[in-house]
């Protein structure tokens, strides 16, 4: 499973339209093929920070990603609205072990 | 959703051992009532860097687990392994949208 952790910090009177766009891309994501995870996470301490959580079973899937209309309709929209850079960290999943289809 | 981020350190002659007492601690958590995720990913820049990526419907599914044998038999487990103490980020978890049953 390849893993991207994606930590965004988003201009404070954007929060709603940024949930909003990110939900979008959320439902496309999903059906993804090789999606396992397209968790949208807020922190408790600050509304302004997010983190997406995206898994893949192969690197391949996660780079299509990329290509997919939602996502990038998303990263245009949101990207005035970013307070800083977003930035993203890789891990391999050691578990769940899931097996590409 | 209720999220937590753990990012683990682990000792470079421990990281097998971490891994293997992960795992039993990864079948526990699955079939606990409440559980979504438990994920568990290491750094491919440095393998001795953990994250546990755990999420419950409830903050008291979450609370729960730490009441867990096979979470309590891990903690003591990794106690020896660990380079320095673990770091635990809380989350809401916007999506995806789950009820609690």
Redesign the interface.
């Known amino acids: 499973?390849h893993?991207t952790?994606v930590h965004v910090y988003v201009k404070p009177e954007h929060i709603e339209d940024f949930?909003r766009a990110?939900?979008q891309n959320?439902e496309g994501a999903?059906h993804e093929p090789g999606n396992v995870?397209?968790?949208?996470?807020?922190?408790?301490d600050d509304a302004t920070r997010f983190?997406l959580?995206e898994?893949y079973l192969t690197p391949g899937a996660a780079a299509a990603h990329k290509q997919m209309p939602h996502y990038l309709q998303w990263r245009e929209r949101v990207a005035p609205w970013m307070a800083k850079p977003r930035e993203g960290v890789?891990?391999?999943?050691?578990?769940?072990v899931l097996n590409p289809e």
Chains 1, 2 share one sequence.
Request: hydrophobic residues 45%.
């Open positions: 499973m893993v952790l949930i990110t939900q959320h999903i995870r397209f968790d949208v996470l807020q922190s408790p983190v959580y898994a890789n891990y391999h999943g050691l578990l769940p």
